[in-house]
């Protein structure tokens, strides 16, 4: 039996792409999946819709994380319908966006992480996990340059993992462990299609250095495993491309 049959997670930004499919995966193994989305209804409920298609139990909820009571009202929800919260995957992120102010990125990228965290510890269960997603273009800012048109979203998610992780103690305090996932551009996401318009040949440049970029659903593989993988607290997991970074920050 899969260690995560019976558990509930919580997927932020999971009515599409990379959420969406790890969704799926965690609702393959058994979880009960609670479906976050900001605005589009219609594309969150057809991916409930596909889990329950075969067997699997989810929940589509409305949810503006950027909105203290949205974070809220999300991890209530996972107790409401399943009666409890296992695994919460922060997975939403953004900030290429033109419309919603010049802030957005670390309104969206770290301080709704925090704010979505302190609500699920309300809830989260003594040895639940949760598992942040994000880039190495992000994870290793500090250190490789990235492009200018992506900089302000990779310092933002940066900044949201290192105020995670600076809250270790509070998570092991709850026993709730906590796992970073970070990848390389994903072939098919909506940041690589914005950074390659903005940027032409960007994606290309990014495979010929990578050897490989991952598709969603492989990406999604790996942030599903890392919910019940025999890890550490504050484990980094390195997903494709990372030689390519590591090999310049010891340069």
Do not use: C, W
Not at 104 to 113: C, E, F, P, S, V
Not at 131 to 152: G, K, L, N, R
Request: no cysteine; net charge negative; charged share 25%.
């Amino acid at each position: 039996m899969s260690a995560l049959a019976g558990k509930t997670a919580v997927v932020t930004g999971s009515s599409r792409g990379v959420g969406a499919a790890t969704a799926k995966l965690l609702a393959a193994e058994g979880a009960n999946v609670v479906i976050n989305y900001r605005q589009k209804a219609p594309r969150a409920n057809k991916v409930v819709a596909e889990i329950e298609a075969t067997g699997g139990k989810a929940v589509a909820v409305g949810a503006d994380l950027t909105d203290v009571e949205g974070a809220s009202t999300l991890m209530q929800t996972a107790i409401d319908s399943f009666g409890s919260l296992d695994l919460l995957v922060l997975n939403a992120s953004g900030g290429m966006e033109a419309d919603l102010g010049e802030d957005y990125a670390m309104r969206l990228n770290r301080d709704a992480q925090n704010d979505a965290l302190t609500a699920g510890l309300a809830h989260l269960s003594e040895g639940g996990r949760v598992v942040f997603v994000t880039s190495h273009q992000a994870h290793f800012i500090d250190e490789v340059e990235t492009m200018p048109e992506y900089e302000q979203v990779a310092r933002s998610k940066r900044a949201g993992e290192v105020a995670l992780m600076q809250r270790l103690g509070e998570m092991s305090a709850k026993g709730v462990s906590f796992v970073v996932v970070s990848g390389d551009m994903i072939e098919g996401t909506v940041t690589a299609t914005l950074l390659n318009r903005a940027r032409p040949g960007a994606l290309e440049a990014r495979r010929e250095a990578a050897g490989k970029l991952y598709s969603v659903e492989e990406f999604a593989a790996e942030v599903a495993a890392m919910a019940a993988a025999d890890v550490e607290t504050g484990h980094v997991e390195l997903v494709g491309g990372a030689d390519d970074f590591l090999a310049r920050t010891r340069n």
